[in-house]
Nanobody, 116 residues
C-alpha cells in the first residue's frame, strides 16, 4: 500500500535551517507529482511547495519563496524540503502528499518549531 513517511522536523532558532525528508513506498514514485503542506495550530492546512514529475517544475507559496527548496531523488523514492532562514511563522506540522488516480495520500507529519 502507499506509504509516505516524513522525517527531519525539530526545534530550531529563527534564522536556522532544517531539511525535511519524505520517504515513499507502495507506488511508482517517479511517475507522480509530490507536494509539501503544512498546518499551524488553529489554521487550515496550506500548500508549501510542489514538484512535478522529473523535477521539471516547482512551485512555492509566496511566503517561502527564496527560503525553501523542494527536490526529489527518484532513485531513492524520496522528496526533500530544504528550509533556510526559518521564521517563527513557519512553525507547523509539515506533511507530504501525493495524489494517485484522484485519491489523496498523506504522511503522518513532522513537527517544525521555530523559536528562540
Amino acid at each position: 500500500q502507499v506509504q509516505l513517511v516524513e522525517s527531519g522536523g525539530g526545534l530550531v532558532q529563527p534564522g536556522g535551517s532544517l531539511r525535511l525528508s519524505c520517504a515513499a513506498s507502495g507506488f511508482t514514485f517517479s511517475r507522480e507529482s509530490m507536494s509539501w503542506y503544512r498546518q499551524a495550530p488553529g489554521k487550515e492546512r496550506e500548500l508549501v511547495a510542489r514538484v512535478n514529475i522529473g523535477s521539471r517544475r516547482t512551485n512555492y507559496r509566496d511566503s517561502v519563496k527564496g527560503r525553501f527548496t523542494i527536490s526529489r531523488d527518484d532513485a531513492k523514492n524520496t522528496m526533500y524540503l530544504q528550509m533556510n532562514s526559518l521564521k517563527p511563522e513557519d512553525t507547523a506540522v509539515y506533511y507530504c502528499r501525493t495524489s494517485i488516480w484522484s485519491k489523496e495520500y498523506w504522511g503522518q507529519g513532522t513537527q517544525v518549531t521555530v523559536s528562540a
